[in-house]
């Protein structure tokens, strides 16, 4: 089946101690996104690819990172976490952007705890 | 810019009974709407959206949604609530463009036997 998948489903790493975590599709979407959500908290979004222009939010912090080497695959890439960094990320894809295929699917996501 | 705005935290409803999550957000450009649902240490899952004609939208397992332009609300209904229903309900609007979802604060729904 078509689907996201998010991998690992749980990370733990050190503070301060760099982290990747991978996404990849096989719906083909052109549009990939990351979102942070803390505890019992809204997801927000971090930045998006759209197909390799590289979207940044406004108020995401310079520690947080991505790639996106290829259609199918997006890394989130953390580079010194801290504990306030703690939290599920989630990766979801668009087909595009435009009416009728502006619905983002969203993988599983992968739980962080900083030690 | 865009915001959402979910009244109530938490709703609980007896098994049966009408559920009713509200929804209002803000948009300056026309808004496209959704409601996803997540289960507990899951991602989210698309209930129904709303982009462009009828306004009464239909979605899974039951639940449905109307778009009222006039009162900026997009408010989640289902007639009967039932056991399996219990989740997290975020109701998310999006702008125009390769914009991501700007999420409302999500409601927690209890359903009591």
């Known amino acids: 089946d078509a689907m996201v998948i998010q991998n690992p489903r749980y990370q733990v790493t050190q503070f301060g101690k760099p982290v990747t975590l991978s996404c990849s599709q096989t719906l083909n979407h052109n549009v990939m996104y990351w979102y942070q959500q803390k505890s019992s908290q809204a997801p927000k979004l971090l930045f998006h690819y759209y197909d390799k222009d590289f979207n940044n939010e406004a108020d995401t912090p310079d520690n947080f990172q991505s790639r996106r080497p290829n259609t199918s695959f997006c890394f989130l890439d953390i580079r010194s976490p801290g504990l306030g960094d703690a939290a599920m990320y989630l990766c979801?894809?668009?087909?595009?952007w435009g009416p009728g295929q502006e619905t983002q699917y969203f993988g599983p996501g992968t739980r962080l705890l900083v030690l | 810019a865009q915001s959402v705005t979910q009244l109530g935290s938490h709703v609980s409803v007896s098994e049966g009974a009408l559920v009713l999550l509200r929804c209002n957000y803000s948009s300056s450009v026309p808004p496209y709407l959704f409601w996803y649902v997540q289960y507990p240490n899951q991602g989210l899952q698309l209930l129904l959206k709303y982009t462009t004609g009828a306004t009464l939208v239909k979605g899974i397992n039951g639940f449905e949604a109307e778009f009222k332009k006039s009162e900026t609300s997009f408010h989640l209904t289902k007639p009967s609530a039932h056991m399996s229903d219990a989740a997290e309900y975020f109701c998310a609007v999006r702008g125009g463009g390769a914009d991501g979802l700007t999420f409302g604060k999500g409601t927690h729904l209890i359903i009591q036997p």
């Open positions: 979801a894809t668009s087909r595009e």
